[in-house]
């Protein structure tokens, strides 16, 4: 039985957000509110569970922007900053329900959350600090409540990043290398979502026809394209120019897959 899903992009944007500080360039002074982008990370939500991909820096203000009350448990992409900075920040969720955050992520990922996060994992702690329970996780399988969860191992230049699929969903960010025998995975999902900063070469990220030519191969039926920079352009003229099953995402966004 396939678990209906409702996904909210909580943000789209690249590690400096949009508008970026100081930047007066026409994406970052758009009135258009699609332009305006927080740092990227999702909140997947069946009936009966509620899961968020990424804490950014901005963890808190997601959560009050969505009127979240609740969440089961995080997955970690990989441990840049501006995917884990806002971990701090599940403390509310802490004293609401008097339970550990359960923290889902790869031994890489975990090790910075551990490092970063110190005084969360210490012997003696300080009251009030998060209170969190690591789990490690490989590309194995698993089940969060209700929620069918298959990591997918892609590569942020040299960097081992996971994407997930979730039933029919499929999320991807921060990657510029997706092989074969995890692209078959994906393969065909109702909704494919993945990274594309900008219409120039970068080092470790899918620029715009990369992520176009590659969400052709993979053929979903819809594809979304999320972690995007001031420097791809206005939100309404590069998504007049992509194919038709193509769009950006944009903060808000709500989608549903079954």
């Known amino acids: 039985m396939i678990t209906p899903l409702k996904i909210t992009f909580l943000g789209t944007g690249t590690s400096s957000g949009v508008p970026m500080i100081g930047c007066n360039c026409m994406v970052c002074t758009s009135r258009n509110t699609k332009d ?111 929620i069918p969860i298959q990591p997918i191992l892609v590569w942020h230049l040299n960097m081992p990043v996971f994407g997930y699929k979730f039933g029919n969903f499929t999320y991807i960010t921060d990657a510029n290398r997706i092989d074969e025998k995890e692209q078959k995975l994906i393969s065909n999902s109702t909704i494919l979502v993945l990274n594309a900063l900008r219409k120039e070469k970068h080092i470790s990220h899918f620029t715009l026809d990369e992520a176009t030519q590659l969400a052709q191969v993979l053929q979903a039926q819809k594809t979304y394209f999320t972690h995007i920079s001031h420097q791809l352009g206005l939100y309404n003229e590069i998504n007049n120019s992509l194919p038709k099953n193509i769009e950006l995402a944009y903060d808000g966004l709500v989608v549903e897959v079954s």
Do not use: W
Not at 126 to 145: K, R
């Open 36 to 146: 305006k982008r927080l740092r990227s990370s999702i909140l997947v939500q069946s009936a009966t569970t509620t899961i968020v991909v990424d804490t950014t820096p901005d963890f808190r203000y997601q959560m009050l922007c969505t009127n979240t009350k609740h969440v089961d448990a995080i997955l970690f992409t990989h441990p840049h900053k501006d995917h884990i900075a806002g971990l701090d920040d599940v403390r509310a969720f802490n004293f609401l329900t008097n339970q550990p955050m359960q923290l889902y992520a790869n031994s890489l990922t975990a090790e910075a959350l551990r490092r970063d996060f110190y005084y969360a994992f210490s012997d003696k702690k300080y009251p009030g600090v998060p209170n969190l329970n690591i789990h490690i996780i490989d590309t194995n399988s698993f089940f969060i409540g209700d």
